[in-house]
């Protein structure tokens, strides 16, 4: 998967949340906000480019003290929030833009 | 959400010419605006009148959405539908033009279709009374 172009993770508030930028229209009741971890695993989505579950749980575990179990868990909902929010796409996807 | 920093980071994008759906909260637009429930659609202000309702930064320490009800050159008076008292502010100040207003269930509705622009005439010069409509208003 890949992290929509349009998407940016920015400091609001002190609140790390997604921002829509270059979209003609940007609706703030559903701004996208995340956690200290969320964001972390943002930006390392947005540094692999090509992402999946596997490979940000293998960060999150070099990262952070969680087992591989919990770490995908988290990862795996995450990505799937994301997902349905709109904000990132399948490599294919985009291939095929 | 209505803290400033997020005004701002909306207003950063109406100026780069972003359509910004922003929610609201209070009750100085009723019965135009109905706060915590409704958003607004920001756009860049452009040219603007009495009669707008604009996202403006008034009296030097606050950003409200209320009505133009005056313009004197460069200085802008500003009232809530739901108020009696005015704000002011300088051209410059206002910051954005509020188009339509969205309800909780996603339906848009044009501020300025010509029976809006009247009801909100009328509301203006009913502002005796506006006090007792507000309250009835608020019961039903």
Same mark, same amino acid.
């Given at each position: 998967?890949?992290?929509?172009?349009?998407?940016?993770?920015?400091?609001?508030?002190?609140?790390?949340?997604?921002?829509?930028?270059?979209?003609?229209?940007?609706?703030?009741?559903?701004?996208?906000?995340?956690?200290?971890?969320?964001?972390?695993?943002?930006?390392?989505?947005?540094?692999?480019?090509?992402?999946?579950?596997?490979?940000?749980?293998?960060?999150?575990?070099?990262?952070?003290?969680?087992?591989?179990?919990?770490?995908?868990?988290?990862?795996?909902?995450?990505?799937?929030?994301?997902?349905?929010?709109?904000?990132?796409?399948?490599?294919?996807?985009?291939?095929?833009? | 959400?209505?803290?400033?920093?997020?005004?701002?980071?909306?207003?950063?994008?109406?100026?780069?010419?972003?359509?910004?759906?922003?929610?609201?909260?209070?009750?100085?637009?009723?019965?135009?605006?109905?706060?915590?429930?409704?958003?607004?659609?920001?756009?860049?202000?452009?040219?603007?009148?009495?009669?707008?309702?604009?996202?403006?930064?008034? *009296? /030097? +320490?606050?950003?409200?959405? #209320?009505?133009?009800?005056?313009?004197?050159?460069? %200085? @802008? $008076?500003?009232?809530? *539908? /739901? +108020?009696?008292?005015?704000? #002011?502010?300088?051209?410059?100040?206002?910051?954005? %033009? @509020? $188009?339509?207003?969205?309800?909780?269930?996603?339906?848009?509705?044009?501020?300025?279709?010509?029976?809006?622009?009247?009801?909100?005439?009328?509301?203006?010069?009913?502002?005796?009374?506006?006090?007792?409509?507000?309250?009835?208003?608020?019961?039903?």
């Amino acid at each position: 998967m890949r992290i929509k172009k349009d998407f940016v993770l920015r400091e609001v508030c002190g609140e790390n949340v997604i921002m829509g930028e270059s979209l003609k229209a940007i609706d703030f009741r559903k701004i996208l906000s995340l956690n200290e971890s969320a964001a972390w695993l943002w930006k390392e989505a947005k540094a692999q480019g090509d992402f999946t579950v596997e490979s940000l749980t293998e960060r999150l575990c070099e990262e952070y003290d969680v087992t591989a179990e919990e770490a995908k868990l988290c990862v795996t909902e995450l990505v799937e929030k994301w997902d349905k929010e709109g904000v990132v796409e399948s490599s294919y996807e985009r291939r095929t833009e | 959400m209505n803290d400033n920093g997020f005004i701002e980071e909306a207003l950063r994008l109406v100026q780069k010419g972003v359509t910004v759906t922003f929610p609201v909260t209070g009750q100085s637009m009723l019965p135009f605006i109905i706060g915590g429930k409704e958003s607004v659609i920001l756009h860049r202000p452009g040219l603007i009148d009495v009669g707008d309702v604009v996202l403006a930064w008034v *009296d /030097g +320490n606050r950003y409200v959405v #209320h009505r133009i009800i005056k313009l004197d050159y460069d %200085r @802008v $008076t500003l009232m809530g *539908d /739901g +108020n009696l008292t005015t704000e #002011h502010c300088a051209l410059s100040d206002i910051k954005a %033009r @509020v $188009t339509h207003v969205v309800s909780a269930d996603n339906k848009k509705r044009d501020l300025y279709s010509r029976w809006r622009v009247r009801a909100a005439k009328l509301w203006y010069w009913l502002r005796p009374i506006r006090r007792y409509l507000l309250a009835i208003y608020r019961r039903l």
